[in-house]
């Protein structure tokens, strides 16, 4: 078995493992990037579905710390579409000369700290052993496809395919196709195929709110606008609470006129974007039932105006709260007016199972069908995590350290007892717009490395001590999770089942998976943390010695 010795191994070759290697460069360090998929974009080289754009306004969905190119990269709409998002990361990836630090094809197996020499051991697919100091992991949110638990798959003589792991090279015109799930995944695949297929079949269990995204072609006079106070934009992203790009409501529904609500509630479903709808009229709408209630009702009579038959119009207008991760759409609930779109409502006829030639529900009636889409979602966040061994100090897995209480970490990054892992995006980071929570990220592994190496250079140099760690203690993870509890208080997110608290996946713990305070409330504990001598880690500079 070959090993090979860097500073650091980084998992993922998506926005965080292009960023986090491109500052480590910068520091000097030996650098390698792994990923199992071909080539880089993470999320983006996996989700080519049709349809698949980011839901992030364009200007916004990209890095903030090249000012050249946030002035001259190219985007034509107000959103990224897939193919366009990866063609950004592979032009970041060119322009700092970062691929040949990369290794394609690659899938972490499994990795081991080894506390005596104060290095991780990692496995990969090819049968190559890593050994690095730091093992910083950029998996991503979403990257473990989540199946459907239906009895007969494998007899189907269609096609079935999940929308995380679409071959192009499936063909849906003039096809029979079910989609099954209406989440993100599931409005974009039926917006951008309902035209091209011959049949298609949506198989519903949640019903979702879904607005106008407002996608259409930038002008010139918008670019230059957006140019021009780019500086501005990307500050008031960080200081904001979902990193959108707007500035959020501070105003609650109630201290509204009746009579003025739905002119707002019409303001932005013109202007389009969900974080928008949902946190852009009016402050209080992910908390208060009352708001909640009015922005479901507008939706819902959205829902009746738009589709013609009332029966198809009754199935797709939900019920419950408001408050999984806002979605929108260029055309959803109009493709229902397609006579080849049909609805179905598994809580009405539940699937029974998949047969030879179709999908059969509960009274009888079989689909019949060419392709079966999969657009049920991951097993998020976690789930990323425990599908690999990742074993720290005194042989515990982070699987086992997670359960039964669900996954912890300190700020989203450390776990305690896995010293030199730093997890882009892990559990308890920020809900919001991703790529700005990716850089405060990235910026502080960058930072915190840099202060570790420094004072190894100085220990090795002139004590002769072992290497430094980075280690959370548990109180400072305590401490974390308390203030994610704190800020998902009167959250209505947390009365709704989705992905966002594991609920989507059977017998995955409920838990909290998320810190609901907002970007700038995250900045500014990260910067506390800073300010107050790294507290909640392990001494870095007065004692650089292993602490066991
Ligand atoms: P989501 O949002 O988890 O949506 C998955 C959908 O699949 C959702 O409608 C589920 O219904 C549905 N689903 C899952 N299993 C089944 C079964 N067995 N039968 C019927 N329907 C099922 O995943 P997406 O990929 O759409 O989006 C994930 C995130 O990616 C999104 O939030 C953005 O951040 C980008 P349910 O609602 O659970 O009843």
Request: charged share 25%; net charge negative.
């Amino acid at each position: 078995m070959s090993q090979l010795h860097f500073d650091a191994l980084i998992v993922g070759a998506g926005f965080g493992g292009i960023y986090q290697l491109h500052k480590l460069l910068s520091l000097g360090l030996s650098v390698k990037v792994i990923d199992s998929a071909g080539d880089v974009g993470g999320t983006w080289y996996w989700n080519r579905y049709p349809g698949a754009m980011s839901d992030t306004e364009s200007f916004v969905y990209r890095f903030s710390w090249d000012q050249d190119d946030l002035q001259t990269y190219p985007w034509s709409h107000h959103y990224v579409k897939q193919p366009d998002v990866l063609a950004y990361l592979e032009h970041v990836v060119e322009k700092y000369d970062l691929r040949k630090h990369m290794q394609f094809n690659t899938e972490m197996v499994a990795a081991d700290w080894d506390d005596e020499r104060g290095v991780w051991r990692v496995e990969v697919s090819t049968g190559e052993v890593f050994v690095v100091r730091y093992l910083v992991t950029a998996l991503g949110l979403l990257s473990k496809a989540n199946y459907p638990d239906i009895p007969g798959i494998e007899d189907f003589r269609g096609e079935t395919c999940h929308t995380a792991q679409w071959r192009p090279e499936l063909d849906l015109t003039n096809k029979r196709v079910a989609v099954i799930g209406c989440g993100s995944t599931g409005v974009q695949v039926v917006t951008d195929v309902a035209n091209k297929v011959k049949t298609l079949t949506c198989f519903q269990r949640h019903p979702q709110y879904s607005v106008p995204s407002g996608d259409a072609p930038v002008s010139d006079e918008y670019r230059e606008h957006i140019n021009a106070h780019y500086p501005e934009i990307m500050k008031q992203v960080r200081n904001s609470v979902c990193g959108f790009g707007f500035v959020e409501s501070t105003t609650s529904y109630h201290s509204v006129p009746p009579e003025e609500r739905e002119q707002i509630f019409e303001a932005l479903w013109q202007k389009g974007n969900g974080f928008r709808f949902m946190f852009g009229g009016f402050s209080d709408i992910a908390t208060d039932r009352e708001a909640n209630e009015a922005a479901c009702a507008f939706i819902r009579k959205k829902i009746a105006q738009t589709v013609r038959d009332p029966h198809k119009a009754k199935k797709l207008m939900p019920h419950d709260y408001y408050a999984r991760r806002p979605l929108c759409d260029a055309g959803y609930y109009e493709q229902f007016n397609r006579d080849n779109v049909a609805i179905v409502d598994v809580n009405e006829t539940p699937i029974t199972k998949i047969t030879a030639t179709g999908i059969e529900v509960s009274n009888g009636t079989v689909h019949e069908l060419d392709v079966i889409i999969f657009a049920t979602g991951f097993d998020a966040i976690d789930g990323n995590y425990n599908r690999v061994r990742i074993r720290g100090r005194g042989g515990k897995t982070l699987k086992e350290y997670w359960d039964p209480r669900g996954p912890t970490s300190y700020l989203g990054v450390f776990v305690p007892g896995f010293p030199n892992l730093c997890m882009i995006t892990g559990p308890q980071g920020p809900f919001s717009n991703i790529p700005p929570a990716i850089e405060i990220h990235v910026e502080l592994i960058s930072q915190m490395i840099a202060r570790v190496e420094e004072n190894r250079r100085l220990s090795i140099d002139l004590q002769g001590r072992k290497n430094v760690i980075i280690e959370a203690l548990p109180e400072a993870e305590e401490d974390w999770l308390q203030q994610c509890e704190r800020a998902a208080e009167g959250s209505l997110f947390k009365e709704t089942a989705s992905w966002i608290f594991g609920n989507n996946v059977k017998g995955k713990k409920i838990a909290l998976r998320f810190y609901f305070g907002g970007l700038a409330k995250y900045r500014q504990a990260v910067q506390a943390m800073i300010d107050d001598q790294y507290r909640g880690f392990q001494p870095l500079q007065e004692d650089n010695g292993h602490q066991h």
